[in-house]
């Protein structure tokens, strides 16, 4: 049986490991913004990102290979390639940054806009699905909840939010959704972990490129990383990616993109209270109005989409 064929057969989906997936990505991923917070404290970047997929990609690839999986095919590296850029490089890689500039609830907050982006990346991909009323209501909604919270002064440049910041990763949920919806849809291996090796070892090497080009390695270095960057490094090597990115994929052949981008609903919960519980950053009556609004307008759309299926 080749590849293709494989990967039309209908697949079952265990009850429990689908539950299990998602208590990994709805908790351990909203803890991951603090420990991106602590990682590029003394590491840059892009580096600190490109070196945790590419470590944890290697692990991934060769746990499938010793359990048995074919080696994957030039179509599959290739969709990975695409997948590992938008998702890895363009999503994970631009929160790392920007979270140099801003706390990690307010960017946990920025990047749960990601439902709303997937209703407009589905929609304007080729057959696309046309989004209902209700779906665009949300879709209002939640852009309404994003302008309280960066507040409209931010916009002009005269707010107490770091524009570029916001901008970066506006721009970061908007990859995040395109890969997320690439990744559903694009050749790929009958295997979710070798899946997900295969986009982290891609997107691992395009982000060591963005630190080479952007001059990070003259300014790593390793006497004067914190020991709280390293178990921040370390966190994000395991549960980030080992267990919580590889859930991710998972859950899109599981479900619907609709119900795995619920995650959004839970994250920025998790990162606005450790990231006040831990490191004391500031929550505000705003943050949470317009966090309010944002997951209200993620709600609406879910329910209409599940509704819908």
């Known amino acids: 049986m080749t590849s293709a064929e494989a990967s039309a057969r209908p697949q079952v989906y265990s009850r429990s490991r689908v539950i299990a997936a998602f208590v990994a990505v709805y ?14 404290a003394t590491i840059p970047p892009f580096i600190m990102v490109g070196m945790r997929f590419f470590v944890s990609g290697i692990v991934l690839y060769a746990w499938s290979r010793w359990r048995g ?27 790392a940054w920007a979270e140099q500039r801003v706390p990690s609830g307010l960017a946990a907050l920025l990047v749960a806009i990601v439902p709303l982006w997937m209703v407009v990346v589905d929609w ?14 949300g879709v209002v909604v ?19 939010v770091d ?41 691992s090497a395009v982000l060591l490129l963005f630190g080479i080009f952007d001059g990070e390695p003259a300014a790593l270095q390793l006497s004067h990383i914190s020991f709280a960057s390293w178990m921040g490094w370390l966190y994000l090597v395991t549960f980030g990616s080992l267990i919580g990115f590889t859930a991710y994929v998972y859950l899109l052949r599981a479900v619907s993109p609709a119900k795995a ?21 500031p929550v505000t009556t705003r943050t949470l109005a317009a966090a309010a609004i944002i997951l209200a307008g993620v709600a609406m759309i879910t329910i209409s989409q599940n509704k819908a299926a």
Request: aromatic share 8%.
């Open 163 to 203: 524009r570029l910041a916001a901008i970066v990763l506006v721009v970061a949920s908007l990859a995040w959704a395109a890969g997320s919806i690439y990744n559903r849809y694009g050749a790929r291996p009958t295997s979710a972990v070798m899946s997900t090796g295969l986009q982290m070892i891609t997107g």
């Open 27 to 40: 908790i351990v991923w909203g803890s991951t913004y603090l420990a991106i917070r602590y990682a590029v």
């Open 261 to 281: 981008s619920t995650y959004a609903y839970v994250n920025p919960v998790v990162a606005v209270f450790l990231g006040w519980a831990i490191a004391g950053e």
């Open 124 to 137: 304007l991909r080729p057959h696309g699905d046309q989004p209902r009323a209700s779906v665009i209501g």
């Open 69 to 95: 999986e074919p080696k994957p095919t030039k179509s599959e590296w290739r969709a990975a390639f695409v997948t590992g850029v938008l998702l890895l490089c363009l999503g994970n890689g631009a929160v």
């Open 142 to 160: 939640g852009i309404i909840g994003l302008i309280v919270l960066i507040g409209p002064r931010t916009l002009i440049g005269q707010g107490d």
